[in-house]
């Protein structure tokens, strides 16, 4: 993969946590190859908790394991919420989980809500209290 397509991947993952941050009530799932440049970001904690704290929401990860059971609507509506929340869709990135991927993708997961709920923004967790004894 270039260093051009992976930048692409992360920035629509960018705009996919903006989108479900602004939109906690509405069920939204990456594409595969954008659900890629999600783990990215979740994998550097510090950031991503910076990141979500800058949009209002924690928005947390929670996948679901059966490609098959991919709703393509879950895709347009996320698409469309990337809009409503200001950015334009990189659509080649956006395409359903099938074998003909823009890119090859490890991950035999897609979110779904029907087996997952849809993706929904939590308070950023506080530390506990820690009392002096």
Not at 7 to 24: N, S, W
Not at 77 to 106: H, K, S
Request: aromatic fraction near 6%; glycine fraction near 6%.
């Amino acid at each position: 993969m270039t260093g051009e397509m992976a930048q692409r991947i992360t920035d629509e993952g960018l705009k996919f946590v903006v989108a479900c941050a602004k939109m906690p009530d509405v069920a939204l799932a990456p594409s595969r190859v954008v659900d890629e440049g999600w783990h990215a970001l979740v994998l550097h904690t510090k950031v991503y908790e910076e990141l979500c704290a800058s949009v209002g929401d924690f928005v947390h990860h929670c996948p679901g394991y059966d490609p098959d059971n991919c709703d393509p609507l879950i895709l347009v509506r996320t698409q469309d919420a990337i809009r409503i929340a200001g950015y334009d869709v990189d659509e080649e990135l956006w395409g359903a989980p099938t074998g003909d991927q823009l890119i090859a993708v490890a991950a035999k997961c897609q979110h779904s809500p029907s087996d997952t709920g849809p993706i929904k923004p939590m308070p950023t967790p506080r530390p506990p209290c820690r009392d002096k004894p």
